[in-house]
Structure formats: C-alpha cells, structure tokens
C-alpha cells in the first residue's frame, strides 16, 4: 500500500512558465490537501479537495494557482506563469475522512524552483 | 501572535543528551501532531495525539490540554535524530479542518 506519492521530486521553470505538480493519495484516502513551505517559513494550507470537488481553497492565490482533483488520477495543483516568488516546497497530504487531524499521510514533496 | 509556536527554534545537543521541544497553541483543537522533517526530505507524521502521553521508541510525546501545551522527547538523541520537528494542530470541528503548523524547530544532534 504505497503513501501518498508525489511528483515530481523537484521541478525547474523559467519565469512564465506552467508548473504542474501531481499528487496521488493513498490507496482509500479520498481527501487531498496542498500545503507551501516557503524557505524559513512554516507549511501554510493552499487548498482542500474532495474527488471533482473544491472544499476550501481560502489559502490559495486568487491568480495564477488552480487545483483539481479529478474522478480519475491524481490532484494536480496547476501554476501559470510562474513567478521568483512561487519557489517553494509544495506538499500535499491526504486523509480518508474529512474529521480534522485523523490518518493524514504527507507526500514527500515538489521543490520547485523558478529561474 | 502565531496560533502555533514552537520553542526552541533552533536546537544543537551532543549524542546521548535528553531532548525537549515545545509546542503552545492558542485554538481549540481536535488533536495536535507532531511531524518530522529531514532536509531536502518528505515529512513523516511522527504522533498524533488528543489527550496523555505517546511513546514510540526513543520518542515521547505529551499533551496537556488545558494548558494548550505540547512536549516532544527524545531520549540517547542521535545525530541521524537531525531533522526540523513541527508541531501542528487541527482546530475543532465546525471550524475548517485544515491544520494550522508551526514554523519548525531546527534540531541537530553532534557525534
């Protein structure tokens, strides 16, 4: 029963690029949460997905950021026209319930890096 | 003022000493966890935990509910114990249950 996988490992794109990073859950989980660590700073929360549904995307940019989480495949969390700033570690975790706190399972992370 | 701090923030110790961090929040929570975070790595969920006391090898982890206070121990510390510990809390139900972390405490053990 593999964790939740991310991928991938780290990502490099130019300024105004898309950088798509890919998160399957594990194996019964149906909640999926995207987490951003920016350097020296703590995981702040990005958004909340059920499968085809956005829960609570309250901590993500209002422009460029977009996630999904479809019936099939993994969630993707989708920036257009990347910026310096947007480099960080994305995480993302899952659960297979939504009561708070119980089962999450983090992935390992996306590192991406804007040049 | 954060609704997660974490003290010390940064933490170097010799092999073998007993070590402590931690973790005052200020929100009603459903349970507190602590996780781990290697550089460079993924991280591992470490405990999770409500009420009392958890052990899990060389780890402690304690809580006190009414004082909104956590603890992680960890005993005969090791330098492969190096690694950012973080404390997160997820807030009661009828709230959002998104967990609300605290910015890490850096640990790094000496041979």
């Known amino acids: 029963n593999a964790g939740v996988m991310q991928n991938p490992r780290h990502l490099v794109r130019r300024r105004g690029q898309e950088a798509r990073l890919r998160c399957s859950p594990m194996?019964?989980?149906?909640?999926v949460y995207w987490y951003r660590q920016l350097p020296e700073e703590g995981l702040k929360f990005m958004v909340y997905l059920q499968k085809e549904n956005i829960i609570d995307e309250s901590g993500m940019p209002k422009e460029r950021f977009s996630a999904e989480f479809p019936k099939e495949g993994p969630s993707i969390l989708r920036i257009q026209q990347v910026v310096r700033g947007d480099s960080a570690a994305y995480f993302c975790a899952s659960s297979p319930q939504r009561t708070g706190g119980f089962g999450y399972t983090f992935g390992s992370g996306t590192r991406l890096t804007v040049v | 003022k954060n609704e997660v701090e974490q003290s010390p923030q940064n933490l170097t110790a010799q092999e073998g000493e007993f070590i402590t961090i931690n973790c005052s929040y200020s929100v009603g929570i459903s349970a507190l966890h602590w996780l781990q975070q290697h550089p460079g790595g993924g991280i591992v969920s470490l405990f999770m935990?409500?009420?009392g006391k958890k052990k899990h090898g060389r780890l402690i982890a304690t809580i006190n509910i009414q004082e909104k206070h956590s603890s992680l121990h960890i005993t005969a510390s090791h330098p492969r114990d190096s690694a950012v510990y973080i404390c997160?809390?997820?807030?009661?139900?009828?709230?959002?249950?998104?967990?609300?972390f605290g910015k890490g405490t850096r640990l790094h053990i000496l041979p």
């Open positions: 935990l409500s009420s």
């Open positions: 194996k019964g989980h149906s909640h």
């Open positions: 997160a809390v997820s807030p009661d139900l009828g709230r959002d249950d998104k967990i609300i």
